[in-house]
């Protein structure tokens, strides 16, 4: 299975979602079709705010991330593992972060006995994890050490 027609299908399992950017459709040939977000990403936001703008309050900061662990929820809720999260994926759209519903990384989805059905190709975010050595897997759970 090639790896767009595998992220179609995690994409279709995940389905719809508030605070996660939606899907609008595959072209073959062409690739996957996504939502727009407007307003960028968190990281933009806090570091190229413009002059004047002040810093967003601690309130919303908290909003944002009880927001931005919806997303995560409602993917690991299908049984999709999502590990490719970090801020330049949460995309700002009126205000409120949602994740970018791509699954580049994340994404095995296991049967009832943790069977992988679909691979997502997973990997880790190396600037924003711990790596592990090749052929290790961590478990989703585990804290890094």
Excluded at 12 to 32: A, D, N, Q, S, T
Excluded at 90 to 100: F, I, N, S, T, V
Excluded at 112 to 126: F, L, R, Y
């Amino acid at each position: 299975m090639e790896r767009l027609e595998a992220e179609r299908r995690l994409l279709e399992i995940v389905g719809p979602h508030p605070r996660i950017i939606g899907y609008k459709g595959f072209l073959p040939g062409i690739g996957i079709l996504l939502e727009r977000a407007t307003n960028g990403t968190v990281t933009q936001y806090l570091l190229e705010a413009p002059p004047g703008r002040p810093p967003p309050s601690t309130k919303q900061r908290l909003a944002w991330c009880r927001e931005a662990a919806e997303g995560p929820a409602w993917v690991h809720g299908r049984r999709v593992l999502h590990n490719d999260l970090h801020p330049t994926n949460l995309l700002l759209d009126e205000g409120a972060p949602r994740q970018a519903r791509r699954l580049p990384g994340p994404a095995p989805v296991g049967a009832e006995t943790g069977e992988v059905v679909i691979d997502g190709w997973s990997s880790e975010p190396c600037r924003f994890s711990c790596p592990l050595p090749p052929g290790r897997v961590r478990d989703v759970l585990q804290a890094p050490a």
